[in-house]
């Protein structure tokens, strides 16, 4: 075998090795990146599904004013015709005017609570927004940390339990959290316990002010 071909087998076994070493610190970067959209998408979730669940009660609310008002129309219907007959007791005319205008309310409030359905996706979708600013490079997992202790101070061991997270990856999002300012480890203390700093408490007072 010929020098230049040694040294050709060389540098490729050395470009491969550094692919292959490229390639593993890629994969690691984007499983952690997949995890952290995929928690992202079921805190989406649980918001989406939590305004569902108020515009259904509020369709609930609808339907059952739709139904009462169909009650009252129904029941209008045979004083309706008095209106339009003269020589009748001034009594049961004003009695069928005055339910006529109860009636009119009723439409009326009716269509308050769609504009109100319709408002309260709108400010639903507002909120989300505005939250997902302030969290800024913070996962939706990350704030919830900051939540907890802002409740407490909690050992590595606790906020892993209440996380349901493995101990690197508890371990990896506590000291993000701790560089960002969130939050610092009080030595004092056996074992080690994590605080929220006051950083981290204006950023839970940001978000609880959100209209």
Do not use: C
Request: hydrophobic share 40%; no cysteine; charged share 35%.
């Amino acid at each position: 075998m010929m020098f230049e071909d040694i040294v050709i087998i060389i540098v490729a076994s050395i470009t491969l090795l550094l692919s292959i070493v490229v390639l593993i610190h890629y994969l690691s970067k984007i499983r952690r990146i997949t995890k952290e959209w995929m928690e992202a998408s079921e805190i989406v979730k649980g918001i989406i599904l939590e305004i569902s669940n108020r515009l259904s009660q509020q369709d609930q609310r609808i339907t059952d004013q739709q139904v009462r008002l169909d009650v009252i129309e129904l029941r209008l219907e045979p004083l309706s015709k008095v209106l339009g007959k003269e020589g009748k007791e001034g009594v049961r005319v004003q009695e069928v005017s005055d339910t006529k205008q109860i009636l009119e309310e009723v439409k009326d409030m009716l269509r308050n609570l769609e504009k109100g359905r319709v408002e309260i996706s709108r400010v639903a979708k507002k909120r989300e927004v505005k939250v997902f600013e302030l969290l800024g490079e913070l996962s939706p997992t990350e704030y919830l940390v900051v939540g907890l202790l802002k409740e407490g101070a909690l050992t590595a061991r606790q906020i892993q339990e209440k996380i349901n997270k493995s101990r690197e990856h508890t371990a990896r999002l506590m000291k993000k959290l701790f560089e960002f300012g969130y939050v610092f480890r009080n030595e004092n203390k056996m074992p080690y316990i994590y605080e929220i700093t006051e950083k981290g408490r204006e950023l839970t007072k940001k978000i609880s002010q959100i209209p």
